[in-house]
């Protein structure tokens, strides 16, 4: 009889694990801290957020919203905890990162079927069925295992996070409230009633403008700005998503006005008028007393990310409790070596979470829980001691339909890509609309519609 080991505390790892332990299997699952911690993580607790506090958009027209609601449909432990443990951010999923963190340590600690184990794995048990979701910073020891069973040398890229200040530290005389496009004045609108209208809404971004000479200032420094080991940037393994301000940057003086600071949808308080520029933070904790820089993950120096980023108006005087970092981020080609179940061809091994090329907690979620689908699958083969089980594991193999964005997120990583890079969710995996819909936002409606039917039929089977 062969148990269920999953290696890896962190978003993946528990929800596969709390999936598992929902069928009565029980499960071990090994996670290294405290004994052990990356560069980047620094809390016991497991499913730990490391960089952004955002789990995306909740809206069904955006493919990150699309699939939160797939997994609520579907049952993830994770997205409910998320969804309790949310700060106000708009339109999108926020966490107080220390509470959700805490939350689903408590309840994967307190499940009677799952054995969690404080200390590193370096090796990967032949004899077991395997669940590796050790992350974007997987141990060297590991890794070697990792390379040794997929026959990859290279196993890594680069990703970076931004910096958290203390809200009290903001200068809000110049910095305002809203959302884009609802903070916006009108054309018509009296300038009086625009600011009644925008006054003081805490259950928004903190945005702050710049004008042209402002930015000008602050690309200036920004571009020029010491960073830590630049050697590891001209390798260009940076993932586009996760791409360092500055480094977004030196493409070009315009870069960050069409990207992360991008004006559009605001009016400054100070001019009546739309800004030049807009950095915008977003609330990081529940009390509300911390938020992070959106868009500006970093690998700045700490005294230089002081300097340069105290340039934006408003933070002049900002209080950073966190610096923005760079870090290791292990990904496999997972195109030549898993399965649409994220499960290794001919070996009782899975890999969920980032270290299989999906992007992002959400992606990183949903991956989890295919994993565990169908491990639990292969476990009740053994179980029933199947003569043979790599055909009945075909049969039987819990696949979500391409047409469902986590069905197309595991049709993504299994198909074979020369050019394979890490991915998130997006409606350009999706299998073409039956009608063609000219209308982004009715597309995406649509795209939305279909995969929610689809989910809901699928969960009476699974």
């Known amino acids: 009889m062969k148990e269920i080991i999953i290696i890896g505390g962190g978003l993946a790892g528990c929800e596969a694990a709390l999936q598992i332990a929902k069928e009565k299997i029980p499960v071990k699952l090994y996670e290294m801290k405290p004994k052990k911690f990356s560069d980047a993580h620094c809390s016991e607790n497991l499913s ?34 998320a969804d309790k443990n949310s700060v106000p951010a708009g339109q999108a999923l926020a966490v107080d990162r220390e509470k959700f963190s805490e ?18 794995l370096t090796y990967i048990p032949e004899e077991s069925i395997v669940i590796i979701a050790t992350g974007p910073l997987t141990s060297e020891s590991l890794s070697e295992k990792i390379r040794e069973l997929t026959g990859e040398d290279r196993l890594y890229f680069y990703d970076a996070a931004a910096p958290i200040i203390e809200k ?12 884009r496009y609802e903070q916006e004045r009108a054309l018509d609108e009296p300038e009086d009633s625009w600011r009644e209208r925008i006054k003081g809404n805490p259950e928004s971004y903190i945005n702050l403008p710049m004008n042209k000479e402002e930015y000008e200032k602050f690309f200036e420094e920004l571009v020029n700005a010491e960073i830590v080991t630049l050697h590891d940037f001209e390798k260009k393994e940076i ?12 493409r070009g003086i315009d870069t960050l006005r ?11 308080l100070r001019t009546a008028r739309r800004p030049y520029a807009v950095v915008q933070l977003r609330q990081d904790n529940a009390e509300g007393n911390l938020y992070n820089m959106v868009g500006f993950q970093t690998n700045l120096k700490f005294g230089e990310q002081k300097r340069v980023f105290s340039m934006i108006p408003g933070l002049e005087n900002a209080n950073f409790v966190k610096y923005g970092v760079m870090h290791r981020n292990t990904y496999i080609d997972s195109t030549k070596l898993l399965d649409k179940t994220y499960k290794v061809k001919n070996k009782d091994v899975f890999f969920a979470g980032q270290i299989t090329g999906v992007e992002g907690y959400v992606e990183s979620i949903s991956s989890g829980f295919v994993a565990a689908k169908n491990a639990i ?23 979500y339909d ?61």
């Open 239 to 250: 993932f586009e998503g996760c791409m360092p301000v500055e480094i977004m940057a030196k």
């Open 168 to 179: 009290d530290s903001i200068d809000m005389n110049i910095a305002f409230y809203g959302d």
């Open 48 to 81: 730990e957020i490391v960089c952004s506090n955002s789990f995306k958009s909740n809206l069904l027209t955006n493919a990150c919203g699309l699939l939160k609601e797939e997994l609520r449909i579907l049952g993830s432990y994770l997205i409910e905890e």
């Open 377 to 399: 699958v292969l476990y009740n083969l053994y179980k029933n001691d199947d003569s043979n089980i790599l055909e009945e594991y075909e049969k039987e193999k819990v696949v």
């Open 402 to 462: 391409e047409k469902t964005v986590i069905g197309a997120l595991s049709k993504y990583i299994s198909t074979e890509n020369e050019n394979f890079q890490p991915m998130n969710a997006n409606f350009g995996i999706l299998p073409e609309l039956e009608i063609k819909i000219k209308d982004k936002k009715q597309r995406n409606q649509a795209f939305a519609d279909r995969s929610i039917n689809i989910i809901k039929a699928s969960v009476k089977w699974y």
């Open 258 to 268: 069409f990207g992360p600071l991008k004006p559009v949808g605001f009016t400054d």
């Open 103 to 120: 939350a689903i340590t408590r309840i994967v600690e307190e499940n009677e079927y799952i054995d969690v184990i404080r200390e590193e």
